[in-house]
């Protein structure tokens, strides 16, 4: 079991010190690997390897074709102003084909995972001839694997899985003994940018997770166009996260005097500090209103906007 570092006790520069210390020691002369997503975890542990390895960390971010709009380009061009340069690989298809004609929340999770780690990132691996990943596993994501409550992409040992047996290479987790807030605090301490030590979280398996059933390129698109549009709107409530879920039934609207079959969108808004727990935002009225205005006249087929009021547990920050 791992031991946790609580946000009261964590001192966050020697924390960073003793990372860039246990990084250098566990590579030793070879080369490390990590993919950077923009997130905070995942941004975290690049500056944590850039410090440690220097160009012995070659960092690349994977487009699975399930990100926010235009997040490739917006993370890549972010990090090599803070010279770190990171290589974009373009795997939208296999991401998308693997995905094809899936609905079980965990069969999709787990094609997310096999894609990234097996075939695409493990293919990258293998042929820069690293000897370990950089990951940004958190301690939440470990305890909500264990028990059970979903997989989490990035949790293996803690499993009884090798990685070094499932797909060649050792994994680092320097962040696996803190949570969401502790992380905040490492991105301050590393010198990364307030939107980005900041920024909410976002789920491994990306907009995947927030499509209930088949997550096609057009569903995809659907949730991407509304989560562009709920995270403008919710930006400056100061909530934990807030998203957009698109349901899998197409429900009765009225369009233009007649019916019209379309999409629903749920939107979450949390209140949280490490994602163990979390409680719906009590958003104003009239904020809910002008959400829903916009989304069903800005997002195409979307004829229903709803508001989770449920609190976690039972219900969980995701939907997927």
Known sequence: MTDEITTRDLDAPAFVEEKIEEIRRKVGDGM????????VDSSAVTMLGHRALGDRLRTVFIDNGLMRQKEPRRVVDLFESLGVPVELVD??????SAL?????????REAVTQTFYRDVFGRVVRESGATHLLQGTILTDVDETIAGIKRQHNVFEQLGIDPEEAFGYGIIEPLVQIRKDGVRK???ALGLPREVFERIPFPGPALAARVIGEATPERIETVRKATALVERRLEGTGAFQYMAILHQDRVTGIRDGRRDFGLQIEVRCWESVDARTATPTELPFDTLRALASEMVESVPGVVSVTYNIASKPPSTIEAV
């Open 186 to 188: 490492v991105g301050e």
């Open 100 to 108: 094809s004609g899936l609905t079980d929340p965990e069969e999709k």
């Open 32 to 39: 490390a690997i990590n993919a950077l997503s923009g997130g």
């Open 91 to 96: 795997a939208r298809d296999e991401f998308l």
